[in-house]
């Protein structure tokens, strides 16, 4: 956000105008941000994410779906999308993907093989021990 860098430059004496000018945007939405630097919604949806993070962690297959009529159950009045973009900004995803379906991250990667170095990557000379890469 580009409010504080205002504020801390409107501290060491330069314009609001110019400084709002040059970042391009209006004075009126620094000072309504000066006025009130934390919104309602700001605030409510770091209260939801926090029990998204409980319900998700109580349990982790489900989606944001599941989240939001969990949410529903508790007293809240919200809606899949909202839930699913507080979900999407924490990073809060079901551990399960659907069939036939390539997801970065959640897809099995290439069997492990045995350590035979032990994680040990010193040598004790020159020529005794070697890595590669069969990528």
Not at 10 to 33: D, H, I, K, M
Not at 48 to 74: M, Q, S
Not at 77 to 105: L, N, P, Y
Request: contains cysteine; negative net charge; glycine residues 6%.
């Amino acid at each position: 956000m580009k409010f504080p860098l205002v504020r801390e430059l409107a501290n060491e004496g330069f314009p609001v105008a110019l400084t709002c000018g040059v970042l391009g945007f209006a004075r009126q939405s620094y000072y309504e941000w000066l006025a009130d630097p934390i919104s309602q919604r700001d605030w409510d949806d770091v209260h939801l994410a926090n029990e998204l993070f409980e319900l998700h962690r109580d349990d982790p297959p489900f989606g944001y779906r599941f989240l939001c009529d969990e949410l529903k159950e508790r007293g809240h009045e919200v809606g899949e999308i909202r839930v699913h973009r507080i979900c999407r900004e924490h990073q809060i995803w079901s551990t399960t993907t659907k069939k036939g379906k390539k997801v970065a991250g959640k897809t099995p990667g290439p069997a492990v093989s045995d350590d035979l170095v032990q994680r040990d990557f010193s040598a004790p000379a020159p020529d005794r021990l070697w890595l590669t890469d069969f990528t």
